[in-house]
Nanobody, 119 residues
Framework: QVQLVESGGGLVQAGGSLRLSCAAS????????MGWYRQAPGKQREPLAT???????NYASSVKGRFTISRDNNQNTVYLQMNRLNPEDSGVYYC?????????????WGQGTQVTVSS
């Protein structure tokens, strides 16, 4: 039906950068807000950044000024550019989308992509 697939995670040294992508596909009628979340080992999943269809953004204080969220509405894709990474940024990164499909309005999640920042 609807799938969100993240990509772009990996291992990077502290101070480095990564760009995550999340593509939504399936029986999608429209997508409202999209966002990125992070779950570190032993911790709860936390919101990092969200973006509306019109491009308005919000960031967690921990990533503001270092991470940038963007989206391509034509491609149903959301991105997260992550700069000046530090070891505390390590974790599994998930995207989500508040969208309308043939099943109605639901929030869908991707499967997650691992980001590891070495010191």
């Amino acid at each position: 039906q609807v799938q969100l697939v993240e990509s772009g995670g990996g291992l990077v040294q502290a101070g480095g950068s990564l760009r995550l992508s999340c593509a939504a596909s399936g029986s999608i009628l429209s997508i409202n807000a999209m966002g990125w979340y992070r779950q570190a080992p032993g911790k709860q999943r936390e919101p990092l950044a969200t973006i509306t269809y019109g491009g308005s953004t919000n960031y967690a204080s921990s990533v503001k000024g270092r991470f940038t969220i963007s989206r391509d509405n034509n491609q149903n894709t959301v991105y997260l550019q992550m700069n000046r990474l530090n070891p505390e940024d390590s974790g599994v990164y998930y995207c989500n989308a508040d969208l309308y499909s043939s099943l109605g309005r639901l929030t869908h999640w991707g499967q997650g992509t691992q980001v590891t920042v070495s010191s």
